[in-house]
């Protein structure tokens, strides 16, 4: 049940970014930065893109993805349709790892050290559901404040 929940949660919370990057009418603006806002929505598109990638991806579905952090909140001037189909993939490589686990996995522990403390699939797989949503608002409040 779990598992369901979370593919739509991600669902549909990728659903939602690719609703707000495609609601910045000038497209500079998903790259800007202005008085204490300190990331862009394009560089929290493009974090949120690398860790689902990363924790659900690579380490649950095995599918190679390398991330590069540092260029997540760096990079500049990506275009909004090629980061639409990033979380378009994403949305896919999300849904067919998380396919991949039962119920009685996320009662096993992460393997990988993310937080202070190791923790089961199923708290981990919340957590970054709830990281996904966090930065989803700051994107959306970005383009609220400077898309007008």
Same mark, same amino acid.
């Given at each position: 049940? *779990?598992?369901?929940?979370?593919?739509? +949660?991600? #669902?549909?919370?990728?659903?939602?970014?690719?609703?707000?990057?495609?609601?910045?009418?000038? &497209?500079?603006?998903?790259? @800007?930065?202005?008085?204490?806002?300190?990331?862009?929505?394009?560089?929290?598109?493009?974090?949120?893109?690398?860790? +689902?990638?990363?924790?659900?991806?690579?380490?649950?579905? #095995?599918?190679?993805?390398?991330?590069?952090?540092? +260029?997540?909140?760096?990079?500049?001037?990506?275009?909004? @349709?090629?980061?639409?189909?990033?979380?378009? &993939?994403?949305?896919?490589?999300?849904?067919?790892?998380?396919?991949? +686990? @039962?119920?009685?996995?996320?009662?096993? &522990?992460?393997?990988?050290?993310?937080?202070? #403390?190791?923790?089961?699939?199923?708290?981990?797989?919340?957590?970054?559901?709830?990281?996904?949503?966090?930065?989803?608002?700051?994107? @959306?409040?970005?383009?609220?404040? *400077?898309?007008?």
């Amino acid at each position: 049940m *779990l598992i369901q929940t979370l593919q739509t +949660l991600f #669902k549909r919370d990728l659903t939602s970014l690719k609703r707000e990057i495609n609601a910045y009418q000038n &497209e500079a603006i998903v790259w @800007s930065i202005e008085q204490q806002i300190n990331n862009s929505a394009g560089n929290l598109c493009l974090h949120l893109i690398g860790n +689902l990638n990363t924790y659900i991806g690579a380490e649950i579905g #095995k599918t190679n993805y390398v991330r590069n952090r540092d +260029l997540e909140f760096s990079a500049k001037n990506i275009s909004k @349709s090629e980061l639409i189909q990033k979380i378009d &993939e994403t949305i896919a490589v999300v849904h067919q790892a998380l396919d991949q +686990l @039962s119920e009685d996995d996320l009662e096993t &522990e992460y393997p990988l050290l993310v937080l202070d #403390k190791k923790t089961p699939y199923g708290f981990f797989l919340v957590h970054l559901a709830s990281h996904l949503a966090y930065h989803l608002g700051q994107i @959306s409040y970005h383009r609220r404040l *400077l898309n007008a």
